[in-house]
T-cell receptor, first 113, second 115 residues
């Protein structure tokens, strides 16, 4: 079946550091890929998504590129802020719909001032 | 984005009692809602898919008689944990699927503690 593998956390960075959270996937078809963020005490929010190979999703300074050849969707941000501290989940859905999501294990990010 | 609410945000109950958790989509009609369970420092585990006006579809290993799901309207789904036991203590999260946006919108979650 489909699966998503994320780098294990926790990740601790200083403010303005560069962030990369690795995500790779296994799927039989051509999935859509997502990054969700969960701030403390809140529900998951969609951060960005990409629906086909070579697409780049971006939002709030975060970016991720759908790499079919390496089955990856790594999350990057050039300069993190304290407010980016949260848990980040990579996810996929088959058939291009977010109706049924498969999540990775989540990566806790803490940004120190 | 769209707003999904959950109530209560936290609940403590005694072993053997039942607890109902509500999930509401506040600004769109959701024919499909999902219920997840999240263990500490772990990912979300899909428990069931709730379809308005029909029976829920449960994932393998989830007891449908223990976790009763009702989706009586396009804006409300409920999860009832029946005869709760300490091992049912967890963080329960619902989401509502918006076909127009092709996006799941998540509620803030409900922390259940069974004593």
């Amino acid at each position: 079946g489909d699966s998503v593998t994320q780098m294990e956390g926790p990740v601790t960075l200083s403010e303005e550091a560069f962030l990369t959270i690795n995500c790779t996937y296994t799927a039989t078809g051509y999935p859509s890929l997502f990054w969700y963020v969960q701030y403390p005490g809140e529900g998951l929010q969609l951060l960005l998504k990409a629906t086909k190979a070579d697409d780049k999703g971006s939002n709030k300074g975060f970016e991720a590129t759908y790499r079919k050849e390496t089955t990856s969707f790594h999350l990057e941000k050039g300069s993190v802020q304290v407010s980016d501290s949260a848990v980040y989940f990579c996810a996929l859905s088959e058939r291009g719909s977010a109706r049924q999501l498969t999540f990775g294990s989540g990566t806790q990010l803490t940004v120190l001032p | 984005g769209a707003v999904v609410s959950q109530h209560p945000s936290w609940v403590i109950c005694k072993s053997g009692t039942s607890v109902k958790i509500e999930c509401r989509s506040l600004d769109f009609q959701a024919t499909t809602m999902f219920w997840y369970r999240q263990f500490p420092k772990q990912s979300l585990m899909l428990m069931a898919t709730s379809n308005e006006g029909s029976k829920a579809t449960y994932e393998q290993g989830v007891e449908k008689d223990k976790f009763l799901i009702n989706h009586a309207s396009l804006t409300l789904s409920t999860l009832t944990v029946t005869s709760a036991h300490p091992e049912d203590s967890s963080f329960y999260i619902c989401s509502a699927w918006s076909p127009g946006a092709d996006t799941q919108y998540f509620g803030p979650g409900t922390r259940l503690t069974v004593l």
